[in-house]
């Protein structure tokens, strides 16, 4: 018996450990710069600035199973799988396009542009240049699955017609959590605002 408290004990320690260090983590990593214009109440309006990803297109449109392939793809790329065996830091959050074809990118650290950041070893990573743009986003925790993303999908959209804010069909799902971090998890759906309501409602 005492050996199985002892056990748990270190265990949680472990986890708390763990934890702890994800979050700290968090606090360093480079995000995608953002300015509120308004707040409502289930969802805010923001500018984005413009940015560069990498990006990797995947064939299937399920969240479960395309943000695996897709992360695994992206990440070797930015932990050295590239022409100039490389070290790209991990910015913050992980994006997802939902569309048929999944699309799923990493904002690239300021310090790089095109022509500095090192060719990817894999043909299928490209780079994205995504200008400056206005959006809806609405925040939900917990862990994200296929489920809960079309459910606060709607949830969105539901909003956006009650409020009389017209919207495009570019959706995205954002992610910010490694997957071994598991408090304070934090997701989100977004949507590009219609080009005239952008104006409206940009500062």
């Not at 799923?104 to 043909?123: C, G, R």
Request: net charge neutral.
């Amino acid at each position: 018996m005492k050996i199985a408290l002892i056990i748990i004990g270190v265990i949680i320690l472990i986890f708390i450990v763990i934890q702890l260090f994800a979050m700290r983590s968090q606090e360093n990593i480079e995000t995608y710069p953002y300015k509120v214009n308004k707040k409502y109440e289930d969802f805010e309006i923001r500018s984005y600035e413009a940015s560069l990803f990498t990006s990797v297109k995947l064939s299937g449109n399920k969240y479960k199973e395309s943000s695996s392939k897709g992360f695994s793809i992206l990440a070797g790329y930015i932990f050295g799988g590239n022409k100039s065996n490389e070290k790209i830091a991990m910015t913050s959050p992980v994006a997802m396009s939902l569309e048929d074809s999944m699309t799923m990118m990493f904002m690239v650290p300021k310090k790089f542009n095109k022509e500095t950041l090192p060719q990817p070893n894999q043909s299928q990573i490209e780079f994205r240049e995504e200008p400056a743009k206005t959006v809806a986003a609405l925040t939900f925790g917990g862990w994200a699955t296929d489920e809960k993303i079309e459910q606060n999908k709607q949830k969105l959209i539901a909003a956006l017609v009650a409020e009389g804010i017209e919207y495009t069909n570019r959706f995205y799902f954002l992610g910010y959590n490694p997957p071994f971090e598991v408090i304070n998890r934090k997701n989100e759906i977004i949507v590009e605002l219609d080009s005239g309501e952008a104006e409206k409602l940009s500062p």
